[in-house]
Nanobody, 122 residues
């Protein structure tokens, strides 16, 4: 139902564009978001976007460096990650919220993709 891709190995300061493909049934009228989980750490919120795409929310740690967007015509969500830091290294997961609004909580999401690994070298 959700397929994330775009991860890879990048040097500090570099950029990547993560993509998440969703089925129309899965993401229609729902907010979506990105979470990440670093080795040995809990999954944490990264960014979220509402159904219409006109409301976005970011974790403080990525604000100003990451940009979330979506294309409802293509059932796609994106995360442009710039100025990457080694501490951004994690598996990034896309998620579909239970509501149409932005959702920062783990339990507020109902569907999860398989994750895509981002590794930032120093």
């Amino acid at each position: 139902q959700l397929q994330a891709c775009g991860g890879g190995l990048v040097q500090a300061g570099g950029s990547l564009r993560l993509s998440c493909a969703a089925s129309a049934r899965t993401a229609s009228n729902n907010g979506m978001g990105w979470f990440r989980q670093a080795p040995g750490k809990e999954r944490e919120f990264v960014a979220a976007i509402n159904w219409r795409g006109d409301s976005k929310s970011y974790a403080d740690s990525v604000k100003g460096r990451f940009t979330i967007s979506r294309d409802n015509a293509k059932n796609m969500m994106y995360l442009q990650v710039d100025s990457l830091k080694p501490e951004d290294t994690a598996v990034y997961y896309c998620a579909v919220a239970r509501s149409s609004s932005t959702t920062r909580s783990y339990t507020g999401n109902q569907y999860w993709g398989q994750g895509t690994l981002v590794t930032v070298s120093s």
